[in-house]
């Protein structure tokens, strides 16, 4: 039996597929509430000394403020070291010109204006501290890179359903702990726990939710879920705005996935995995139960069809279990091994300029709630062009276009005078509305390119290391800080090109069938031609066209086609 067979008479996107696609499609609420919540549980107020015993930040009282706190040399209040004098309720009088020392400050008091209390003011993660504070993301970066690798292993071997099920349950416990935590070293813990659940969530929902439709509306699988992302994004911002406090903000996104637990009971599991484990008894029982729901009615031949994974036939019979594959599989066959680098380095290229960008939203104005609505915002037109053009250009023209444009962008940001503030910020979302395009294609794109038995471990193994971007952006522009201003822009405009063109290298998967076994995949967009590399969907010949005409040129002129690999 065959899938793709079946989804002949169920329809691509029948009844049955959409109640599990949707339902599948609001897990990637939580994911981003967790993926991007220590934004606001890690933000860090304004803060000053404390000048004595329940002294509260006040920068409005000038004179008291210029006896006790030195100002730096942009004119703002020093944050970490104050004047070496006697301070009182009564306050205290000076000489603006007398000479004073300076000392570290012992104790601080932070600005409760835009935040109640966060996990910086919770444990002093300022000044020498400061690094404490980019641990805790940092550490949520690495745990959806572990939980990417660990989720699409478990995946792939145990099933999709038992995945994202211990996934949910990891977020909830996970969370709910986080909100009570006392300790700094807990609460790091906590976000690496949350960073794992979230990624080995996200990653999984989108695996079966794409390998339940057909091929005409893997397209629209793949980009809709991104939708639902992204209303995570924007009302992550909501909710802290709402909240202020990290105790109660980490509490509220924690406790309702809990309702996701019952998706076990529900959500059925991916036909296509089954089929690769040769269960076809189980898969029979969901094509029935969805044509059912679809009001359709599949041929008993259909079922009575020769597995294309074993040969035997499934009437009322467990074909044998089939070899469970790793990514070190994917390895072995030299096309599907230069398939993987090639969209993992596209994936860690994605990773580094999107999340490098995200902190330019820090400047799009004085309310850190409002900014981080607006970068989730600007998302939303991506996706449109995604939904408008990608069934017209194609996967990896889109992606090129996007990351073409988008790095050229960049590198175009470093002409402008530095303070021009408002133009480069301009520039820097028009880098993330490209990213952002090019990443919800790249994982469509990657599920559409891996065989089912190692397709979950070869998305997972993509999202661990598009995580090895997402940690290194911020240490680019540290060193942007610390070298020249335009290092940052060189940097992520130079790897979104470079990306961007290298998706030539790989076959297009617009209109192809996924690839159900580990030949078919390494047959798949083996031996392209520059024609076929560079071949435009829509425009002039298809891709199979082409092939069959170089197939025929070799046939004709086996030297002259050898010389044409040679010079490609």
């Known amino acids: 039996m065959h899938f793709d067979e079946a989804l002949k008479y169920l329809g ?195 695996v079966i939710a794409t390998e339940m439709v057909g091929k005409s509306q893997r397209a629209n699988a793949g980009l809709i879920i991104e939708y639902f992302y992204t209303i995570g994004y924007m009302s992550m911002a909501l909710i802290a705005w709402k909240l202020r406090d990290w105790h109660t903000i980490e509490l509220a996104i924690s406790i309702p996935p809990i309702i996701f637990l019952a998706y076990y009971f529900i959500v059925p599991e991916s036909p296509r995995w089954l089929l690769s484990k040769g269960k076809t008894a189980e898969v029979e029982k969901i094509v029935r139960k969805a044509a059912k729901i679809n009001k359709v009615k599949i041929p008993e031949s259909v079922f009575r069809d020769y597995s294309s994974q074993t040969g035997e036939k499934i009437i009322g019979k467990e074909t044998k279990t089939v070899k469970t594959y790793t990514f070190f599989d994917l390895m072995r066959y030299p096309n599907m091994r230069k398939k993987t680098l090639v969209i993992y380095f596209i994936w860690l290229s994605n990773n580094l300029v999107y999340y490098g960008l995200s902190f330019f939203s820090e400047d799009l104005g004085t309310d850190p709630y409002l900014a981080f609505f607006l970068a989730g915002a600007v998302e939303i037109p991506a996706y449109i062009v995604c939904q408008l053009l990608l069934d017209r250009t194609g996967r990896k023209w889109l992606i090129c276009i996007f990351m073409t444009t988008g790095g050229v962008s960049l590198l175009f940001a470093m002409a402008i005078p530095t303070d021009s ?68 822009f060189l940097v992520f405009g130079s790897f979104a090109l470079l990306a961007g063109v290298s998706t030539l290298l790989l076959p297009d998967t617009l209109g192809a069938k996924l690839p159900q076994t580990m030949e078919e995949g390494e047959a798949f967009g083996k031996n392209m031609t520059f024609r076929q590399m560079v071949a435009f969907p829509g425009c002039g010949k298809k891709f199979e066209q082409i092939k069959d005409e170089d197939d025929r040129d070799e046939k004709e002129d086996p030297a002259g086609s050898e010389m044409k690999m040679l010079n490609m």
């Open 12 to 206: 691509d996107f029948g009844r049955y597929q959409k109640v599990v696609y949707f339902t599948l499609c609001l897990l990637a609420i939580p994911c981003a509430w967790h993926s991007l919540g220590n934004t606001f549980l890690s933000a860090s107020p304004d803060h000053h000394c404390s000048l004595y015993d329940g002294y509260t930040y006040n920068t409005s009282q000038e004179a008291l403020m210029s006896c006790a706190v030195p100002r730096k040399d942009d004119g703002s209040w020093d944050s970490c070291r104050r004047y070496n004098i006697s301070i009182g309720p009564g306050g205290v009088e000076c000489s603006p010109d007398e000479p004073r020392d300076t000392i570290p400050c012992d104790e601080w008091v932070y600005d409760s204006t835009s935040y109640t209390k966060t996990a910086v003011s919770e444990w002093d993660l300022v000044c020498e501290n400061k690094v404490k504070r980019q641990l805790s993301k940092t550490l949520v970066l690495i745990g959806k890179m572990t939980g990417s690798l660990i989720f699409g292993q478990f995946a792939d071997f145990a099933g999709r359903k038992k995945s994202f099920t211990l996934a949910i349950l990891l977020m909830v416990a996970a969370g709910t702990g986080a909100s009570f935590v006392t300790h700094f070293a807990l609460f790091c813990f906590m976000q690496l726990l949350l960073g794992v659940s979230a990624s080995g969530t996200f990653v999984v929902a989108i």
């Open 421 to 488: 503030t408002t133009l480069i910020l301009v520039i820097a979302m028009i880098g993330k509305l490209c990213i952002s395009g090019s990443y919800a294609i790249v994982y469509l794109f990657t599920i559409e390119l891996f065989p089912t038995p190692v397709r979950n471990v070869g998305v997972g193994m993509g999202s661990f290391v598009s995580r090895i971007g997402s940690i290194a952006s911020p240490y680019v522009l540290y060193l942007g800080d610390v070298t020249f201003f335009q290092l940052p």
